[in-house]
């Protein structure tokens, strides 16, 4: 099998470490960076990494080649852009906050508590701001698009679950909020993992046609609520995750279904995810 990882960088510690596993397993994998000249299009299968727009375009002529591609574009695409994102995640049912959508240099005028995100994902977004409208107003984002979301108030932690294959990575952060206490970067230990979260990570990926994903869920007082999701996150610092990664490969390029979620850790310390 011959496996081009779409990515920016080739110096990945997750993707060097799944690299090693595959090579030892008789497979070939090459990094294939998104802005090259003359880009290797033979290969059986893409895992398309980085989320450029570049990126996009580069597995988007994969697909046409009849490559098999992981996140398929579509899927990835729906998690680039938090517009689009809440839109599929609300009309399958998922619990998503009601979200509101603004041009460049438009004032957010929705109302109640929201939560304001750049509409587009990447590494140097800015933090999100919480507050009335006339807060958001104030916040200063005037060169770029953003939505506002309805805010579910939770425990004051971000549930995360880090998706691959048929098993997920769990532990709690705090929210990344513009001049919250806390890291945000800092991961610690789930107790115990209520089934229902781990229902509602299984769901997002057969909502989106994810199969490398990561969720955010706050636990609100009505239940679980997904307030973001992540197609191909970093995943530094989590034992285990390259091999999930190696055993997840054939069965994508033979197009087996997904299997339900297995908890396979809790980490501490896990730095921050990688969006390219």
């Known amino acids: 099998m011959r496996i081009a990882v779409i990515v920016e960088r080739d110096d990945h510690a997750m993707l060097v470490e799944y690299a090693a596993l595959m090579r030892a397993r008789g497979h070939e994998v090459a990094w294939q960076h998104p802005g090259a000249r003359r880009p290797d299009l033979s290969a059986d299968l893409y895992l398309l990494k980085s989320r450029t727009p570049r990126a996009l375009r580069l597995g988007r002529r994969a697909e046409a080649l009849g490559a098999a591609v992981c996140n398929t574009v579509a899927a990835t695409e729906a998690c680039v852009d938090r517009a689009a994102m809440a839109a599929q995640a609300r009309a399958a049912g998922l619990p998503f906050p009601v979200t509101h959508v603004y041009p460049r240099g438009a004032a957010v005028s929705a109302p109640g508590r929201l939560i304001m995100k750049s509409r587009y994902c990447r590494h140097d977004e800015p933090l999100p701001v919480v507050g009335e409208a006339a807060d958001l107003r104030a916040a200063g984002w005037r060169d770029e698009p953003v939505i506002a979301q309805e805010f579910a108030e939770g425990d004051g932690w971000d549930h995360k679950f880090w998706v691959i294959g048929d098993r997920v990575f769990a532990g709690l952060r705090r929210p990344p909020l513009d001049g919250a206490a806390g890291d945000p970067k800092h991961t ?62 054939p069965r994508v390029l033979d197009g087996d279904g997904a299997e339900g979620p297995e908890v396979v850790g809790q980490f501490r310390d896990v730095p921050e995810r990688v969006r390219a």
Do not use: M, Q
């Not at 994903?213 to 034992?239: E, K, W």
């Open 188 to 249: 610690v230990p789930v107790p115990n993992v209520p089934s229902d979260r781990l229902d509602l990570a299984r769901a997002v990926g057969g909502a989106f046609g994810l199969r490398v994903y990561g969720v955010d869920i706050i636990a609100s007082d009505a239940g679980p609520v997904v307030v973001d999701v992540n197609a191909f996150p970093g995943f530094s610092g989590l034992p285990g995750a390259a091999e999930a990664l190696a055993d997840l490969t």
